[in-house]
């Protein structure tokens, strides 16, 4: 079988992991194209890449052209938020299989669309939620689905970050409700995913409140979350932009009858408390999995996730963070942004929302 053939369309901040990806998974990919609307940005990854591997991508600024030209299996979108689905929609319209960087889109409607066109041409789609590659969430999760937390009563996640005004700055779209949404849709959606994942994937209600307390931006920089799954458990977010004065953690802790699991550090990627009524042979994995926090809060996961995307597509499999596990999380958020707009309780089910619903004045508390 050939490599698969992948473009990037996106060479921002978050490019150099998903080049790392592609250096990391080159016995069974190849970057075939880079594109960003600014042509310096897609020649220095094409450049990246080259310097890696020997191969150097070809370079556009315009995905449309690229896809004419280009004989690729899958395109990467790591775009502005606001522009996935769009972008993500034309790759599939024209038969190629998508990873989108997070979050998939900012409206359910638009989500709903891109799985359910993702589904009609029989194409993959997949969402880059790298963190449930990380080890010790692996480890959480298997431990999850052995049941060895018996009846599980609730769970947290804490993304306690700090994003300053010349993070925002670095980027009109960032902060703004047309192109991003606030810290719970940009920092805090990997760990509201993670909890969902492992609190059993079936939100039932959600409550929030959420405001723009320190960061003059238009969306919010600090949300608590309540969320109820339909299996009763309870999961709770504490999500801030704001701590002073550097990032601080992201912890996610689940709690059952018989077992305590808290994996933390900076990016959710350290063992703190691991406490069972059993005891099972990956214990002893999971006592190494202690150590170091990642070089930057990204972590490595999108290597992982890169190479679980490109095996399930070939083997004619959902990938592990598909469209369908992609939008949870998405859901939830734009349930706690309705929830903060309405003052009221929010069903998850048959939610139809968007971050364009929102306006400044919804998360004013200054
Ligand atoms: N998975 C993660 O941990 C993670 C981390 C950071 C960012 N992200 C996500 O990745 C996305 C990009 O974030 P970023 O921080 O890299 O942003 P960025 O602003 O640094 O980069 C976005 C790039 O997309 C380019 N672009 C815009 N429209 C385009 C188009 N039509 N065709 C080609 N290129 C286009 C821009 O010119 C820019 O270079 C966001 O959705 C963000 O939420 C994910």
Known sequence: M???????IGCGRISKNHIAAAVFNREIMELAAVCDTVKE?????AEDYFKETGTRPAVYTDYKEMLEKEEIDCCSVAAESGYHAKIALYCISKGKNVLVEKPMALSTKDAEKMISEAKSKKVALGVCHQNRFNPPVWQLH???????FGKIVNGTA???WNRTMPYYRQAPWRGTWAQDGGTLMNQCIH?????QWNLGGRPDTVMAM????????EAEDFGAVVIRFKNGAIGIVEGSACVYPKNLEETLSIFGETGTAVIGGLAVNRIQTWNFKDSAPQDEEVKKLSGNDPKDVYGSGHNALYRNFILSARAGRAPLV??????KGMKIILAAYKSQKTGMPVKYDGLEFSSTDMSPSDVKVR
């Open 41 to 45: 940005r897609a020649e220095q990854k």
């Open 2 to 8: 050939g490599l698969y053939r992948f473009a990037l």
């Open 142 to 148: 298997n431990a999850v689905l052995d049941g060895r």
């Open 158 to 160: 804490r993304i306690l």
């Open 210 to 217: 959420t405001g723009n307390y320190l960061r003059d931006i």
């Open 322 to 327: 598909s469209g369908e596990e992609g939008i």
């Open 191 to 195: 760990d509201i995913d993670l909890l």
